[in-house]
């Protein structure tokens, strides 16, 4: 769509995963913008989270490439994925649940960093998500919405460049969300790219500059909001008029 | 206030460290052996803790590793004229290769899967140091040339158990060690996280075989004799999870205090019920599993006696 090259913070060409018979992934195609906050959507079973598993190497693909800073790193595993500087949280939190927040949060860091600097950095961000109060009680001690501020800091341990948040609303209350999606846009500001997958249309349509959709293992819409909204294919995937065939 | 902590700890343990080196020359060679065979365990539960404790792999085949250093230490003085201390290192080497080995496609297992492919491992090794009779003289057993070794053995014991203490320490208060915390507790997560789960997991079980097998060395330079059901007894195993469990595994006090508690506890009951000492073990461990699941420091930390995790 007229995009140079360095305005693409993650080019995925031609994905494909199939499990068995279902071909969950099916010749995926889509450019994430470098710098804004992209959404993923889709119905129940579009490929969503296959899709974000394969791009964290969590699933190898088979076939397709993901091309990060003009390198493919489709079928790395999940610590060379990290190392690149792309992270993610998971739909159903998972933080360490007998490890306490503060110990949650330095696990992240890779032990060439010295101590003293990921001490800082983790009391930083725990301050950042008004955790500070909860350092020495264990994960699994904390509310679900916690958990997912506690998961999204611990993302950001290591300042990466391209962050994958699934479904970071769910179980979430309102003030809790918004609060982490002033975060989100706090990071963007600073430069860093984000890719949503979201079911609550409110959250993909008022924070996302650009939007992907995607069915039946392949992306059958993108642009703005305002367009995506409009977007007879999208509407038809959402609401079945096509599922005849 | 972590640097008072530590430096606290370190003055228990060299004031500990400092009474057992003088405790031995006053007391009787029951006593003596008794406490060497303690700090054994200390060793023993200590080592096991690394991988299963911190790390969430549950050993059941520990006990190979104490075999292989006891068989390497047996073979190096009786059959090579080796001096029983660097027979002690050599064991760890070879423990220490052999837990690469067996570590790189075993640590792939996860649960009961891995617990049992260990239980195995273990069986497997007594089976070749029972039938590789050449190298280790088969069911006879090996006898080592005698010579007073109660003294040095029991110096030995207690500078290895200084040494795995100090070791499990840095571990349990590292962020390596919270690296493999971490694993333990998700490592689909930990791996997504950036931590290379193979690797740490492969350091962390190469690690928790080296100093059994430096005990098992020890322990045959001690009795001086020594046969695959003896140093390769599924029960040591299963005294390492017992006394990690009992104290509080994936902490460093735990299996310490688990192990002290635990061994003292089989030698009363035995001296004093020589027939009835293995219920009289058994009600105990049952007793601790019902009021304590979490051990003795479990306990503690529920009480608010202790802070929870290992690094603040």
């Not at chain 1, 003030?175 to 860093?192: A, F, N, S, V, Y």
């Not at chain 1, 069915?215 to 294919?233: F, T």
């Not at chain 2, 192990?259 to 000492?277: D, G, I, R, S």
Request: some cysteine; overall charge positive.
């Amino acid at each position: 769509m007229g995009q140079r090259p360095d305005d693409i913070a993650l080019d995925v060409r031609n994905l494909r995963k199939a499990f068995g018979g279902v071909r969950a992934v099916d010749g995926c195609n889509f450019a994430v913008p470098r710098g804004k906050i992209s959404g993923l959507i889709g119905p129940n079973g579009s490929g969503k989270t296959t899709t974000f598993n394969l791009l964290t190497g969590i699933v190898q693909p088979d076939a397709g490439q993901v091309l990060y800073r003009g390198e493919d790193i489709a079928g790395l595993k999940p610590f060379q994925v990290f190392h690149k500087g792309i992270t993610r949280t998971f739909q159903i939190t998972r933080v360490f649940r007998e490890m306490t927040v503060f110990e949650n949060m330095l696990s992240v860091t890779s032990l060439s960093v010295p101590d003293g600097a990921a001490r800082a950095r983790a009391e930083e961000l725990l301050a950042l998500v008004n955790l500070t109060h909860l350092r020495g009680e264990y994960g699994g001690r904390l509310s679900y919405g916690q958990q997912k501020l506690l998961e999204f800091a611990r993302a950001l341990m290591t300042d990466p460049d391209l962050i994958l948040l699934d479904e970071p609303a769910a179980g979430v209350n309102r003030t809790l969300l918004q609060h982490l999606l002033d975060h989100i846009h706090r990071l963007q500001e600073r430069g860093k790219t984000i890719l949503i997958v979201e079911h609550d249309m409110n959250v993909i349509m008022s924070h996302c500059e650009r939007i992907f959709v995607m069915d039946y293992g392949v992306k059958i819409a993108e642009g703005p909001p305002a367009a995506i909204q409009r977007d007879e294919r999208v509407i038809d995937a959402y609401f079945g008029r096509r599922r005849q065939h | 206030m972590a640097r008072r902590e530590h430096t606290r700890n370190l003055v228990v343990l060299a004031l500990v460290a400092l009474a057992l080196t003088l405790v031995p020359h006053g007391v009787s060679v029951y006593l003596r052996s008794f406490l060497l065979f303690a700090m054994m365990y200390v060793v023993l539960a200590l080592s096991w803790n690394i991988i299963s404790g911190f790390t969430g792999y549950t050993s059941f085949g520990h006990v190979a590793f104490y075999g292989v250093g006891a068989y390497a230490c047996a073979i190096l003085v009786a059959d090579y004229e080796w001096h029983w201390l660097a027979s002690l290192g050599a064991g760890a080497v070879v423990a220490a290769v052999m837990a690469v080995v067996i570590g790189y496609p075993v640590l792939r297992l996860k649960g009961p899967y891995f617990a049992i492919a260990m239980l195995g491992a273990a069986e497997g090794t007594r089976v070749i140091a029972t039938v590789w009779d050449s190298l280790t003289h088969g069911g006879l057993g090996i006898s080592l040339p005698s010579a007073e070794t109660s003294m040095p053995t029991y110096y030995a014991m207690l500078a290895l158990m200084a040494v795995t203490i100090v070791v499990a320490y840095a571990v349990g208060h590292s962020r390596f060690g919270i690296r493999l915390n971490a694993i333990r507790e998700d490592e689909g997560a930990a791996e997504a996280l950036g931590i290379d789960a193979t690797r740490y997991k492969l350091a962390a079980f190469t690690l928790s075989a080296i100093f059994p097998a430096v005990a098992g060395g020890i322990q045959a330079y001690k009795v001086l004799y020594i046969d695959p059901p003896s140093v390769f007894f599924v029960q040591i195993t299963i005294a390492m999870a017992l006394m990690s469990m009992l104290g509080g595994k994936g902490t460093v006090v735990g299996p310490i205090a688990g192990a002290v508690l635990l061994y003292t506890a089989q030698e009363l009951t035995w001296v004093n019920f020589p027939t009835a000492h293995l219920i009289a073990y058994g009600l105990f461990i049952i007793i601790v599993a019902r009021f304590m699941p979490r051990g003795l420091v479990g306990f503690a930390i529920n009480r608010g006696w202790i802070r929870k995790g290992m690094v603040h």
